[in-house]
Each structure stands twice: as structure tokens, then as C-alpha cells.
T-cell receptor, first 111, second 116 residues
Framework: GENVEQHPSTLSVQEGDSAVIKCTYS??????FPWYKQELGKGPQLIID?????GEKKDQRIAVTLNKTAKHFSLHITETQPEDSAVYFC??????????FGKGTTLSVSS | GAVVSQHPSRVICKSGTSVKIECRSL??????MFWYRQFPKKSLMLMAT?????????EQGVEKDKFLINHASLTLSTLTVTSAHPEDSSFYIC????????????FGEGSRLTVL
């Protein structure tokens, strides 16, 4: 089955810096790669996603890149703000099945 | 985006009792919903896939008699934790695919279960 590895587990940056979180997946049949942000005590919120026919997608300060050959995808957050502090999860979706999540990255943005 | 509502958000119960958690898709029909469990500072672990009108599919290691799932309509799935014990205390989160956009998954706000 699919296996998703996520790094780093924790990431601390200064406000205004960029943050990068990386994930790898194992199942070449996976075709959908979302990123979720989870704040304490709440459910995950979808922040950006990318499909296997696209190499990069950007939404304001957030971007995701996908390298299908290497089976890895990354989340890029620019100009980080304290409100970006949360746990971020990557996930992969083997066609027609449930999402398989990475173990999460705790991002701390200090002002 | 699509909205998934989960209720209750928090529940405390005594050991041995049963607890029901509801998951509703508010503005779309969901033939498939997913139930996840999350321990503190851990990732989301898929428990089961809930299919409208048929039996749920459970992941390996998840007791189907312990965690009863019912998906009676296209907008409602329920998870019942039967004869709950303290080790069942956890954050339970449901999700559903939104609209016609295959793959995109929307999550409820989660239900914090504490078994005393």
C-alpha cells in the first residue's frame, strides 16, 4: 500500500522567512496530493492541493511542487506570519481510495 | 469549499457506555465518507471507509464490532464507539469527498472523546 514520509517533524522560522516541508510517497498510482493545516483541537483544513498532471501550483504565499519521477512533493510558504503556526500534513491518494497522511510537521513562526 | 459538520465536538463518558458521533455533509451528497482517529501529536490514521447503503470497510486492526459505522443517507454517517474504555479516548475525525471533484477531501471539525 501507499506510504507517505514527511520531513521535518518540527520547523521553526522567523516571521518573514520561508518554510519548506517535504514529502515522499511510494505508490506510483497516487494522483492527488493535498496539504492540510491543523490548528490545535480542530480538524484539518485543506490549504492547497496538486494533481499528478501538474508540476507546480501557487496560491498567494503558498505553493506546492510535485516531482512524479522522484515521487516527492513539497509545500512552500513564503513571508511566514505567526498565524501560519500549526501542524501541516501532506497526503497522497492512490486512485479511488482514502487519503494516506504523512506524520505531520509542527511549524512555529516567531515574531 | 464543501462543508462537513461533525457532532458532538466534545464528549465525556463513563467506561462501558456507548457514544455516537455524527458526520454530515451540509451542501453536497457524499456516497463515501472516511473515519480517522488521531492521537495527541500524531497523524491521522484511517479507521474505516463508510459507504452509503452498504457495510463499512475497516482497516486492518480496527474492530468492527467496537466501532460501528452506519451510512444511512447520502449526507450522514455515524460512528458508534461501543462499550467505550479509556484507551478509546481520542480525537475522531470524519471526512467526505466534496461535490464532483474526485480526490478532494473535506474534514469535519473532529470529536474529542474522553472515556473516564
Amino acid at each position: 500500500g501507499e506510504n507517505v514520509e514527511q520531513h521535518p517533524s518540527t520547523l521553526s522560522v522567523q516571521e518573514g522567512d520561508s518554510a519548506v516541508i517535504k514529502c515522499t510517497y511510494s505508490d506510483s498510482a497516487s494522483n492527488y496530493f493535498p496539504w492540510y493545516k491543523q490548528e490545535l483541537g480542530k480538524g484539518p483544513q485543506l490549504i492547497i492541493d496538486i494533481r499528478s498532471n501538474v508540476g507546480e501550483k501557487k496560491d498567494q504565499r503558498i505553493a506546492v511542487t510535485l516531482n512524479k519521477t522522484a515521487k516527492h512533493f513539497s509545500l512552500h510558504i513564503t513571508e511566514t506570519q505567526p498565524e501560519d503556526s500549526a501542524v501541516y500534513f501532506c497526503a497522497a491518494n492512490p486512485a479511488g481510495t482514502a487519503l494516506i497522511f504523512g506524520k505531520g510537521t509542527t511549524l512555529s513562526v516567531s515574531s | 469549499g464543501a462543508v462537513v459538520s461533525q457532532h458532538p465536538s466534545r464528549v465525556i463518558c463513563k467506561s462501558g457506555t456507548s457514544v455516537k458521533i455524527e458526520c454530515r455533509s451540509l451542501d453536497f451528497q457524499a456516497t463515501t465518507m472516511f473515519w480517522y482517529r488521531q492521537f495527541p501529536k500524531k497523524s491521522l490514521m484511517l479507521m474505516a471507509t463508510s459507504n452509503e447503503g452498504s457495510k463499512a470497510t475497516y482497516e486492518q486492526g480496527v474492530e468492527k464490532d467496537k466501532f460501528l459505522i452506519n451510512h444511512a443517507s447520502l449526507t450522514l454517517s455515524t460512528l458508534t464507539v461501543t462499550s467505550a474504555h479509556p484507551e478509546d479516548s481520542s480525537f475522531y475525525i470524519c471526512s467526505a469527498r466534496g461535490g464532483t471533484n474526485t480526490g478532494e477531501l473535506f474534514f469535519g471539525e473532529g470529536s474529542r472523546l474522553t472515556v473516564l
